[in-house]
């Protein structure tokens, strides 16, 4: 079990541009999170799946923001046309239905 | 809506005393609370976590929290701090009546060790 990873776990890209991160779970998690993280704040949930399934979405996930996770094990949140608002810090969580959620290490973005 | 309040965005204290960190939940169901710490540029590492059983909650690391229903509090402590405790502590809620569900945020409290 080596936990949940990120990448890349640095992206710096020019407004305007669409950017793609990936998350992978613990192996056997059914649930993946996604939330931001601005800074000098606590994480904000962005979207969740259990499996291949999106349950639920956040408010703040706007239509420039798409997330998958088409096989049920490793998801991809997209920006399109980014903003200098969307620079942040982007984490992943992964759970088995019923426990605690595991943090991946997160992926900055810096949007110049 | 749940949500969580942590008193003090900076707490500062010297090697060896004692750490206390205080949150405060709002919630209309018995909640999950939890305390999250990050070292800086990593994720968040669970330290404890209190969903409705015992109301004194042992975690990693010497950190315990002790859950107040008549208080609605959740707050965190150590006997005596070491230089490696220095990081960001979040207090969370949990939404819904599973640990699985989404997790509700404070805005963190950043502790720093004087030596």
């Known amino acids: 079990d080596t936990g949940v990873s990120q990448d890349p776990r640095h992206k710096i890209t020019k407004r305007g541009q669409n950017v793609t991160f990936r998350c992978d779970p613990i192996s056997e998690h059914n649930r993946l999170y996604w939330y931001r993280q601005t800074l000098g704040q606590g994480p904000e949930f962005l979207t969740y799946?259990?499996?291949?399934?999106?349950?639920?979405k956040s408010r703040l996930l706007s239509d420039r923001f798409s997330a998958e996770r088409p096989k049920g094990s490793f998801s991809t949140l997209e920006i399109q046309r980014t903003e200098q608002g969307d620079s942040a810090m982007y984490l992943c969580?992964?759970?088995?239905?019923?426990?605690?959620?595991?943090f991946g290490p997160g992926t900055r973005l810096t949007v110049t | 809506a749940q949500s969580v309040t942590q008193l003090g965005s900076h707490v500062s204290v010297s090697e060896g005393a004692l750490v206390l960190l205080r949150c405060n939940y709002s919630?209309?169901?018995?909640?999950?609370l939890f305390w999250y710490v990050q070292y800086p540029n990593q994720g968040l590492q669970l330290l404890l976590k209190?969903?409705?059983?015992?109301?004194l909650v042992k975690g990693i690391n010497g950190f315990e929290a002790e859950f107040k229903k008549s208080e609605t509090s959740f707050h965190l402590t150590k006997p005596s701090a070491h230089m490696s405790d220095a990081a960001e502590y979040f207090c969370?809620?949990?939404?819904?009546?599973?640990?699985?569900?989404?997790?509700?945020f404070g805005s963190g409290t950043r502790l720093s060790i004087r030596p």
């Open positions: 919630s209309s169901v018995p909640p999950y």
């Open positions: 969580a992964s759970s088995l239905e019923g426990s605690e959620q595991y």
């Open positions: 799946f259990q499996n291949e399934a999106q349950l639920e």
């Open positions: 209190y969903t409705s059983a015992a109301t």
């Open positions: 969370a809620v949990s939404e819904g009546l599973s640990s699985a569900s989404k997790i509700i």
